[in-house]
């Protein structure tokens, strides 16, 4: 996993960089999107998620890289993404074969990471990545994707 821990590195600091160039938000977090798809082995489809303004309770779908999604709006409590929006943790599913409440988006997708993002400590939205390999979600995943939900918060 040490490779891992470098590629996170270096894109902690690509990611850094791109935060300060011009630029708008959504074209920013669409290269972060590509970013982090192209240069993790793992990651075959990332996108954000973020509360819908005219509907408080549910998601509406940002910027992603992979394949499209039907799932452009969830409701709070619906699938990983819509679990995560209410209890405001980081989940891991290793294997979503194994899960009740999942919302399928491609038969490719194994598992998914979803960490939440906060602005001043309220939830505006997630960070959402699906892997076509079963398990290859590690805590040094988790411990990058929430630096990189705390860069993206500064963009918000
Ligand atoms: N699988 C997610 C839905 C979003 S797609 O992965 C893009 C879920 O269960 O919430």
Known sequence: MRE?????????????DLLHKKGSM?????????LLKDEVPHYDWVGFYF????????????????????????PFG???????????K?????????????????IDVKSEIV?????SEKFIGEIDI???EIAPFTDEDKNFLKKVANMVSELL
Do not use: M, W
Not at 94 to 101: F, G, I, K, L, S
Not at 115 to 119: A, E, H, N, R, Y
């Open 78 to 88: 619906q699938g990983i993404c819509g679990q995560v929006a209410e209890d405001e």
């Open 4 to 16: 891992n821990n470098i590629i996170f590195k270096k894109l902690s600091r690509q990611i850094e």
């Open 90 to 106: 980081t989940r891991i599913v290793q294997d979503v074969a194994r899960e009740n409440n999942y919302l399928p988006c491609n």
């Open 51 to 74: 509360v819908d303004q005219k509907n408080p309770k549910e998601l509406i779908l940002g910027p992603f890289e992979g394949a499209p999604t039907e799932h452009a709006h969830i």
């Open 130 to 132: 699906d892997s076509y």
């Open 115 to 119: 960490v939440p993002i906060f602005k």
């Open 26 to 34: 959504l074209y920013k977090l669409q290269c972060i999107s590509k």
